[in-house]
């Protein structure tokens, strides 16, 4: 992987990412018709709750929600695109939009990054492209009839998150996260596709990798251990490695001890803002999450840290102002991992 200014300052400190963008969203309140707007006032899906959409449809909250973050001390910010594959919006039938969606977003982002790092240029911005998990999985039957059946292939997610990929560098991201990772099947089917695509442009961004603890199993949703995931994708020249949502930050701990033991990479976290109550909401507060990750700054497990569901501004600048009196975990062979070309297994 070539060097990289985002490489160089995570070396320097803790980098802070942004907080959940869904939770921020739906803070609106927005209406079928304010997820519509004009140009899709006639669309004959529905389209509230596609969230990714809002790029095209509300810009300005968007722009708006990355500047909270980056005012509340982030140093990255995901793009709007968590579900900006064809596989996912399929759901509205608006999979021929997902280059434009993806570019858009990335543009968006990357618009308010500049701003903030042109105000104060000893403090970088960075713009992550995010690559959701999609809503298939290609290692697990949907269909408990029927094991050995699959709701998507290898091929067609290749396809599919290559397709964000080239939309996503196009529209200026930093790097690619695939995230929220629950089988990874899927998230080396990711890795091929974004490891194809450099080879056709000649370019080559950082790629961070996050993965999903699903309870307290301590196993992916695809039953691989901690241990294991990061084995599965470890052939890949990464940035980061991490975990997130689902859990939340005192839950997540022990796995991102074994990840911080056991990585030749950064090693990155966004929990979720303790675990949801019986409405399903997040109701963890800023104060009791930071004291929380305090722990993994004193244990040095982390070099990139953030929120998930349930988390604001708030909790991330009570994040941001911690992590600034820390310094970021040793990495054993960050050379290797992050400056130096690897191969794929393909």
Not at 18 to 35: P, R, S, V
Not at 145 to 168: C, F, M, S
Request: include cysteine; aromatic fraction near 6%.
């Amino acid at each position: 992987m070539t060097k990289s200014l985002l490489a160089d300052e995570a070396k320097k400190r803790i980098l802070v990412l942004d907080g959940a963008m869904g939770t921020m969203i739906q803070g609106y309140k927005l209406t079928e018709a304010d997820y519509r707007g004009e140009r899709f006032k006639d669309y004959p899906s529905d389209l509230k709750g596609n969230n990714d959409l809002l790029s095209l449809t509300q810009p300005d909250i968007i722009k708006a929600i990355h500047a909270k973050y980056f005012e509340a001390g982030a140093d990255l910010i995901e793009t709007n695109t968590f579900n900006s594959t064809r596989i996912s919006m399929a759901d509205y039938d608006m999979e021929d939009l997902v280059p434009e969606i993806n570019l858009k977003a990335a543009q968006i982002a990357r618009e308010v990054a500049d701003e903030f790092t042109a105000k104060e240029p000893h403090k970088p911005r960075f713009v992550i492209g995010s690559m959701g998990p999609t809503n298939k999985t290609a290692s697990l039957s949907p269909d408990v009839n029927n094991p050995g059946y699959r709701a998507i292939d290898y091929d067609t997610l290749v396809r599919d998150y290559k397709e964000q990929a080239l939309a996503l560098i196009e529209g200026g991201v930093d790097a690619l996260m695939v995230e929220t990772v629950f089988d990874t099947l899927n998230a080396k089917a990711a890795l091929y596709g974004i490891m194809e695509l450099y080879d056709e442009i000649g370019k080559e961004l950082p790629i961070m990798v996050s993965g999903t603890i699903t309870d307290a199993s301590g196993r992916t949703l695809s039953g691989q251990t901690t241990e294991a995931f990061l084995i599965s994708i470890e052939h890949a020249p990464l940035l980061s490695v991490g975990l997130n949502c689902a859990l939340g930050a005192d839950q997540l701990r022990p796995y991102l001890q074994i990840l911080s033991r056991e990585s030749p990479f950064m090693v990155s976290a966004h929990p979720n803002a303790g675990l949801p109550n019986a409405f399903g909401e997040y109701d963890e507060t800023p104060e009791k999450m930071a004291a929380q990750i305090k722990e993994y700054l004193d244990m040095g497990l982390i070099n990139i840290i953030g929120g998930c569901c349930g988390t604001g501004p708030e909790h991330i600048s009570a994040i941001a102002k911690l992590a600034g009196e820390y310094e970021p975990r040793s990495v054993k062979s960050i050379q290797s991992t992050v400056d130096s070309p690897q191969e794929i297994d393909r």
